[in-house]
Nanobody, 119 residues
């Protein structure tokens, strides 16, 4: 099972980016999908999460600017980031809870995608 993240880049303050993360491999279904980020010298922090049937959770620091959504059939989660600020600069990691064919649930992490907000 792999989580492949993409969509990072360099953007000016006030700009927008959309991150995508696709779950692939030998899996039965995908549960919660989310995003975390880690800025230089800081701990990894929660950004957003979406769980089928349970809605979304968004960190207060990005609420009103970031939106999380998913396409269940394609096993993709998106993070739409608007009104970006320099303090949003970080490596963004996608995270997913996946059900394997043996019935067990396991947590996986993507490889990270760099988001840099700078003029």
């Amino acid at each position: 099972v792999q989580l492949q993240a993409s969509g990072g880049g360099l953007v000016q303050p006030g700009g927008s980016l959309r991150l995508s993360c696709t779950a692939s491999g030998t899996l039965s279904s995908v549960g919660g999908l989310g995003w975390y980020r880690q800025a230089p010298g800081k701990q990894r922090e929660f950004v957003a999460r979406i769980v089928p049937g349970s809605g979304t959770n968004i960190a207060d620091s990005v609420k009103g600017r970031f939106t999380i959504s998913r396409e269940n059939a394609k096993k993709i989660v998106y993070l739409q980031m608007n009104s970006l600020k320099p303090e949003d600069t970080a490596v963004y990691y996608c995270n997913g809870i996946v059900r394997l064919y043996d019935g067990t649930w396991r947590e996986y992490w993507g490889q990270g995608t760099q988001v840099t907000v700078s003029s």
